[in-house]
């Protein structure tokens, strides 16, 4: 079964790049990755660009809206994200609990609809 892994994070509690403890973390997501991989379970993945490049969009009445910035008010903003295929959700959670943003932020585990 496919999941995707959103990582959440807020930009306050990150590391600074080109700090050390950023450095730690980026070594700590190539490991994630490389498990990922090593074990057969990952699909895709990748982080995405800050917040300040983000657009959402609406419809409203028949009229596309869009704004500047990512929808949600809140201190946490996605990321990055995993695709992982794995038996079951225990395994799912197992990867997402290698994902360096899981101890200062969240790593949301959502089953992929495949149609």
Request: glycine share 12%.
């Amino acid at each position: 079964m496919q999941y995707m892994l959103l990582i959440y994070t807020d930009p306050a509690q990150e590391p600074k790049y080109g700090t050390p403890e950023f450095g730690a973390m980026m070594a700590g997501y190539n490991a994630a990755t490389t498990a990922m991989r090593t074990d057969g379970v990952f699909k895709s993945g990748d982080g995405l660009q800050g917040l300040h490049t983000a657009t959402s969009v609406r419809l409203k009445a028949g009229k596309v809206e869009t704004m500047d910035g990512p929808f949600a008010e809140t201190k946490e903003y996605l990321g990055g994200y995993y695709v992982i295929d794995v038996p079951d959700l225990d395994a799912a959670v197992k990867y997402a609990a290698m994902i360096p943003s899981a101890g200062y932020g969240t790593v949301e585990v959502r089953p992929v609809m495949v149609y």
